[in-house]
């Protein structure tokens, strides 16, 4: 094994990047070099015994350690021969089909160095289609270990760990190419607890060679699934060295029955909200056909007073249009009279008038001898 790289540095970041040679491993190291600490060593680790890795202008100035051994290295192999060569503080892995943002070592190191009492931080993963697009999938796992001896929750990538959990014996199990970081995060389980960053700061690229996910999750349990016999294998490690009391723990977490309780008691719980909302849904039903009635009912009145309203409306100017006739017939009729006041027959027949009067009353009253006159 041939290794070239720098002098150790107690606050050096290295991560160790497993690499085939693929296309995506320039993605992969220009993360690294867009990250905002910039006391980051590049392990590159040639796992395909190529020696012909093609990585130039893709680190930036971040230092490179080059390790390769001219054959091809399974994946613990891999991962083994870079812990070999980092030099940094603190590790991380990251490999060639995944990426990182530029902010993912810097929290992840504020984390660590902030709280003494936990040796690995890992961050939120997004995963992603094979072109790098986001899908609808977030490994946001809190830490729990009991979780862990189950399942593989933490992507490789996602953490940031203190090499000193290396000196306490921790590393890659080279028995196993399926789950390798599944073992070796119980291995580093065995002597921290892990701290959570729920921030998503790494990407998680579906379809690699190290893809774990199945579309029927049954398949995981079959003894005839390669995915089946690796989770027997890490189980027939593990569970000789683990104690009747977290076994306990872990059977009491896939005991589904305090689960299925609680669960039926929500259900419960939302049946009586439904149908106490179903009630009083019904009641405004009724409280909204009443006041819909009652619209329609002053409608109509508002209908029959508009139209009583117009009738009225109608009637009165007929009565003074009628008025007005009259007035015009009454100034006619006037206008007759005075004319014949006015005219000479009328003015000539007075004495004839008044000899008439004479005749009919022995004595006219003042009054009408004065109307008469005329």
Known sequence: MSTEGPAENHNQVSIICRTLGRAELQQALQSIAAQSYSNIEIVLVDAAGSSSLDFAGATGDRPVE????????????????????????????LDDDD??????????????????????????????????????????????????????????????????????????????DIYEDWDFWIQLSQHTNFQHVDVITAFYREGGDSDTAVTDVRLRYQADN??????????????????GEKVNALIGQLDQSVLLCEQDAQIHRELKRNAELQHEVNSRDMQINELDQQIAYTQS????????????????????????????????LEQRLNAIYDSVSWKLMGPVRRAGRVLLTDKPSDADSSDLDR
Request: proline share 3%; aromatic share 10%; hydrophobic share 40%.
């Open 66 to 93: 080059l390790v390769t051994t001219g054959k091809p290295l399974s994946r613990s192999q891999a991962a083994n021969a870079g812990l070999d060569a980092a030099h940094g503080k603190y590790i991380q892995f």
């Open 99 to 176: 990426w990182i943002a530029p902010d993912h070592i810097s929290q992840l190191l504020a984390t660590l160095e902030g709280h003494n009492e936990f040796g690995a931080a890992y961050s939120s993963t997004q995963k992603t289609d094979a072109a790098g697009e986001s899908i609808d999938y977030v490994f946001r796992e809190d830490f729990d270990p009991i979780l862990l001896m189950r399942d593989n929750y933490i992507p490789i990538h996602s953490i940031l760990f203190d090499s000193a959990l290396l000196h306490k014996g921790c590393r890659f199990d080279e028995a196993f």
């Open 226 to 243: 390669d995915l089946g016999k690796a989770r027997a294998a890490i189980f027939e490690k593990w569970l000789p060295k683990w104690t």
């Open 301 to 332: 009145q508002l209908g029959q007073l508009q139209a009583h309203s117009e009738q009225q409306a109608q009637h009165i100017n007929e009565l003074k249009q009628h008025i007005n006739e009259l007035k015009q017939h009454i100034s006619e």
